[in-house]
Nanobody
Framework: VQLVESGGGSVQAGGSLRLSCDAS????????MAWYRQRPGKQRELVAF????????YVSDSVRGRFTISRDNAKNMVYLLINSLKPEDTAVYYC???????????????WGQGTQVTVSS
């Protein structure tokens, strides 16, 4: 199973980025796909997830209103649009996926390698 993230980079505060996760290399489609991030010196945290069956979408309270998760099932991809970037959004962002489900306490079984987002003030 291969999850490939892209779209990270260095931006100034207030800017926007769209992260992409390409799961088209996997042999099956994932029901649940998510984005996690790991900020410097902190544990990995769930940012958002979405499910195919039932069309459930969750966005963490800490980023709600600025982060939007979406997916293109035909392309087997998931995206994270980040607006109004803040320096505290600096992190490695990871794509995560599972054939069944993802929850706040239980990440999916598959991970990408991560993409770095650096926000300067």
């Amino acid at each position: 199973v291969q999850l490939v993230e892209s779209g990270g980079g260095s931006v100034q505060a207030g800017g926007s980025l769209r992260l992409s996760c390409d799961a088209s290399g996997s042999a099956f489609n994932f029901n649940a796909m998510a984005w996690y991030r790991q900020r410097p010196g902190k544990q990995r945290e769930l940012v958002a997830f979405t499910t195919n069956a039932g069309s459930t979408t969750y966005v963490s309270d800490s980023v709600r209103g600025r982060f939007t998760i979406s997916r293109d099932n035909a392309k087997n991809m998931v995206y994270l649009l980040i607006n109004s970037l803040k320096p505290e959004d600096t992190a490695v962002y990871y794509c995560n996926a599972d054939r069944l489900t993802i929850s706040y306490l239980n990440p999916g079984a598959y991970w990408g390698q991560g993409t770095q987002v650096t926000v300067s003030s």
